[in-house]
């Protein structure tokens, strides 16, 4: 009896993530960069060229999609789909439509990832990418990284002395 309501459980998984994919399959061969694009946009307001950066650092460099798949993409969501639209600054960002779309693949940005915890995880995970790239391309970004350093030294000297302000 068990056994049977563990398979028609695991049926109605599949079928979810069979329309999942179907969902994805129907947007002209951009799914999953499509849903990449939402989520970089969930984050913030990007131009074009911020958003391949970012699924570049999101592939830890493995990949950058080409501006021939993204502004097409682009174009798609905001004049045929309403997910998002450009702002006079040149930056795209999510509509209403947009936050939605994303939101349904399960995607979107966590509660967690505000929380201090959440916040604490992604940094340790961002520094784990910037030790793993060559020390070259780490080299012209010293003087910032020395900034972000002192400030964190900052941070912990608020909390050995125990100020309340953090």
């Not at 509509?95 to 994303?102: D, K, M, Q, R, S």
Request: aromatic letters at 8%; one cysteine or more; glycine letters at 10%.
């Amino acid at each position: 009896m068990n056994e049977m309501r563990e398979m028609k459980s695991a049926m109605y998984d599949m079928r979810d993530m069979m329309k999942k994919l179907h969902r994805l399959g129907r947007y002209g061969g951009y799914g999953g960069l499509r849903t990449m694009v939402l989520y970089t946009l969930s984050e913030q307001p990007k131009n074009g060229v911020e958003i391949m950066d970012a699924i570049e650092m999101m592939s830890f460099g493995h990949w950058k999609p080409s501006p021939g798949s993204v502004y097409p993409l682009l174009k798609k969501a905001m004049t045929e789909e309403n997910l998002i639209r450009k702002r006079e600054d040149g930056r795209y960002e999510l509509t209403p439509e947009g936050c939605a779309e994303i939101g349904y693949f399960g995607v979107a940005r966590s509660p967690a990832s505000t929380s201090v915890d959440g916040v604490l995880s992604e940094i340790d995970s961002l520094l784990s990418y910037l030790e793993d790239l060559p020390a070259e391309r780490v080299a012209p970004h010293r003087e910032r990284l020395d900034e972000i350093a002192a400030r964190f030294e900052r941070l912990r000297g608020r909390l050995a002395h125990g100020s309340e302000q953090i």
